[in-house]
């Protein structure tokens, strides 16, 4: 099974350096420019930053490469966070995360990093679309969740326009039935094109969303011509036209619908297995170490706070975690370090899709849960 969040981007671009030891440094902090003063906001920030990587005895070469990372404008509108990580003095990571902290501030230095606020940010991996249809046409943009937009992925289509002059009087009269026609038809044929554009864009991208927004005559015109996959993922905003404010708050609350799904059917699911004792899933931190340790998980859920500032051993090769040494089998040990970071290290480097979930939710209030990628223990009886 392959994960379907941030997990599976970082074991791509982490997996290695993730393995073995080196020091890493990292800061995740809020970005955005929408105070009073930016500048000198921004540059008491970047002072602070400094400091506390200073003060947990980073070399001043990651300092600097921090520093001149977040120095940079994210160019995109606020709010908006960055996470930048060093390891070994070089930079690996440095994210533009649109929206506002979905995690606490972390800033710091050790044997395994802090990756939790990218999971934060991309919980699932969910392109989506941002579709604006009217009667002379549309188009679309492609987004990802957690990942800021670019112009890589949008198509606009600009169709045949129709001017109806309404004639007074006379004559005339009897040709507004058979303009509206010709006028409808252009409406149609331009819809036409927009929803094969965005049918295509569907068959390339595999959406989990695709809000719509636009002329009201032209939305039910496009909805119709849609693909029945591309239509059961259409969620439109509520009334006429482009204002950029509500389009955004309907994007917003969508997309965390899609995540709020995810994250129920994850909890439903270790709750069914659970309650019926297969052995397909398992609760508390002890379990889903000796899982990730077995490459076993398929899906974490994890409260990260609920956790707390319990410790556990990071690895130098597989299992890669152990709550002892006695479990590291021989395994050089790298160390003990923050619980949270070594949990989603394991998971990162078992290719398990990782979840952050409030333990009230799980099954026994428990901080950690999995679902299996096969058994464990006896099969029970039917």
């Known amino acids: 099974m392959t994960s379907t969040n941030v997990t599976n981007e970082l074991h791509r671009i982490l997996g290695q350096r993730l393995e073995g030891g080196g020091t890493w440094a990292w800061a995740y902090v809020d970005a955005s420019g929408n105070v009073e003063d930016p500048r000198r906001q921004a540059a008491l920030k970047l002072r602070g930053v400094e400091e506390a990587l ?13 520093a001149g990372e977040l120095e940079n404008s994210p160019g995109v509108p606020s709010p908006v966070a960055r996470y930048v990580l060093v390891h070994d003095g070089e930079l690996v990571l440095s994210e533009v995360l649109p929206g506002p902290m979905h995690a606490a501030e972390s800033i710091g230095v050790g044997a395994v990093p802090d990756l939790v606020p990218l999971v934060a940010h991309r919980p699932i991996d969910l392109p989506f679309l941002v579709v604006q249809v009217g009667k002379d046409g549309g188009g ?23 001017d109806q002059h309404k004639v007074k009087g006379g ?10 026609s010709r006028t409808e038809e252009v409406w149609r044929q331009n819809t036409s094109e927009v929803a094969s554009a965005i049918d295509k864009a569907v068959a390339r ?8 927004a636009g002329d009201l005559q032209a939305r039910p015109m496009l909805i119709e011509r849609l693909s029945s996959d591309a239509r059961r993922l259409v969620s439109e905003v509520p009334g006429g036209g482009f204002d950029e404010e509500v389009l955004g708050d309907h994007v917003r609350v969508a997309l965390a619908r899609v995540i709020a799904k995810h994250r129920h059917d994850l909890e439903d699911a270790l709750r069914s297995h659970i309650g019926r004792g297969d052995n397909q899933a398992v609760t508390g931190l002890g379990p889903v170490v000796e899982a990730l340790q ?13 956790v707390g500032d319990r410790t556990l051993l990071a690895l130098g090769a597989a299992p890669w975690i152990a709550t002892a040494p006695e479990q590291a089998a021989g395994v050089p040990v790298i160390g003990p370090v923050p619980a ?25 209030g428990a901080a950690a849960a999995a679902l299996l990628r096969w058994p464990v223990g006896p099969t029970v009886p039917a």
Do not use: M
């Open 340 to 364: 949270v970071c070594a949990l989603v290290r394991a998971a990162v480097l078992t290719d398990a899709e990782l979840v952050l979930v409030n333990a009230a939710s799980l099954p026994g």
């Open 294 to 306: 077995q490459a076993q998980g398929a899906t974490i859920a994890l409260d990260a706070v609920a």
């Open 205 to 212: 991208l595999s959406p989990a969303l695709i809000v719509v």
């Open 54 to 66: 200073r003060a947990q005895g980073s070399d001043l070469d990651a300092v600097d490469v921090i």
């Open 171 to 180: 004559f005339g009269d009897w040709k507004q039935p058979r303009w509206q």
């Open 140 to 162: 679309y943009r492609a987004f990802k969740l957690g990942h800021p937009a670019t112009a890589d992925d949008e198509e606009r289509i600009s169709g045949e326009t129709f």
